[in-house]
């Protein structure tokens, strides 16, 4: 007996699963000390055949950093449009005590990721 049509469409989608997409941080924990530069390094995995439109790295409430005035000039994007999504955080002040994650858009409706957990980054 064949199996029922909505079982062969779940089996269809289950190609592109999770463990096409994520997000890998080098460090899920940085102390940093006020003043000093932090970088946040990561890797990003997508399924093949998908464009990446956007990154960013962000906070909650989820706002694109690089266009926050309070990170815009200390927030530099080191990464790419393909794996690598470290970032480095200039001037750290003890305002800076958050967890980061970082987030991407593909082509596709669907094809978002935001990596949680992310970085948690306390300063001393």
Avoid at 20 to 27: E, F, I, K, R, S
Avoid at 50 to 63: A, E, G, R, S
Avoid at 98 to 114: A, D
Wanted: aromatic share 14%.
């Amino acid at each position: 007996m064949a199996p029922p049509l909505p079982l062969i469409f779940l089996l269809m989608i289950h190609r592109v699963s999770s463990a096409d997409w994520g997000v890998n941080y080098t460090h899920s924990h940085i102390c940093a000390l006020k003043d000093s530069s932090v970088i946040m390094s990561c890797t990003y995995t997508y399924p093949t055949g998908y464009q990446i439109m956007d990154v960013f790295w962000t906070k909650h409430p989820v706002k694109d950093l690089s266009e926050d005035p309070e990170y815009s000039q200390r927030f530099q994007y080191l990464g790419d449009t393909q794996q690598n999504c470290t970032v480095r955080l200039s001037h750290v002040t003890q305002k800076d005590e958050h967890e980061y994650y970082f987030r991407f858009i593909t082509n596709v409706t669907e094809g978002k990721w935001f990596g949680r957990p992310g970085v948690r980054l306390t300063v001393t």
